[in-house]
């Protein structure tokens, strides 16, 4: 389904001195896929995700979408194609509800009714009563906007779905709802997940494990050989069981 050749993206400072972020990075993501990426912060995780999107563009490489070469597609255009994106921080939309929003999401089908929107609203953990005509705007905190965003990939229900860091901004229990969604998007159709993540609970349902660092891939493999290297020692534990943001 998706592949990465020869991935490499520069940025430049003010003294213009070039910063690999990413470094010839290859991977390859077939259907039905579910694939965690994980390392240290500053290893370049999200950055990634966004050269997945078409948010940001290769320095070089190419990026390939079932055979298409999209590296210089825009989100818009990758979109289009069946990619869905889950920002760290969600985007707010002034003059939208959201009703509206997921409508827009499940292809623009007003005939998306009152019981579906629930349906999607209730997975993440919110009261769809309380939601349905509230505007996107800074009247929803953060982990609001994080749970809305997740509802409109559900709608979506696109072939590759891209989450960057879920679990940020939200509490707990709206945490352990998202663990049983990512599941049963996963079991109960033939998309692909890739979801960027620090979370012990999110790397421990995932099929196969991507370690990043220093802008580059570390470790590859199925969940059961990575995860216990990863957990070995203090520090790992610390670091990837660190407690969800309330």
Known sequence: MLELQNLCFQVSDDAEKHKEIIRDVNLTFGDHAFIAITGPN?????????LIMGIEQPSS???????????GLNIT?????GISFAFQQPVRFKGIKVRDLIQLAAG???????????????????????????????????????????????ARNTPLS?????????????????????E??????????IIISHQERILNIAD???????????????????LPELLKGTEGCKFYRQPVSL
């Open 162 to 182: 891209v989450f960057d860091e879920p679990e940020a901004g939200i509490d707990l229990w709206s945490f352990n709802n998202l663990i049983q969604v990512f």
């Open 108 to 154: 623009g089908d007003s005939k998306v009714k009152f019981p579906a929107i629930c349906d999607y609203l209730a997975k993440v953990g919110l009261c769809a009563r309380d939601y349905v005509n509230r505007d996107i705007d800074a009247s929803l905190s953060g982990g609001e906007l994080k749970r809305i965003e997740i509802a409109t990939i559900i």
């Open 42 to 50: 500053g290893g370049g995780k999200s950055t990634l995700a966004k």
């Open 61 to 71: 490489g190419r990026i390939l979408y079932n055979g298409t070469d999209i590296t």
């Open 208 to 226: 196969e494990i991507v370690v990043l660092a220093e802008g580059t891939v570390q470790a590859r493999g199925q969940r059961g050989d990575i």
């Open 77 to 81: 255009e990758r979109a289009k194609l």
């Open 184 to 193: 049963e998007m996963h079991r109960e159709s033939d998309n692909s997940l």
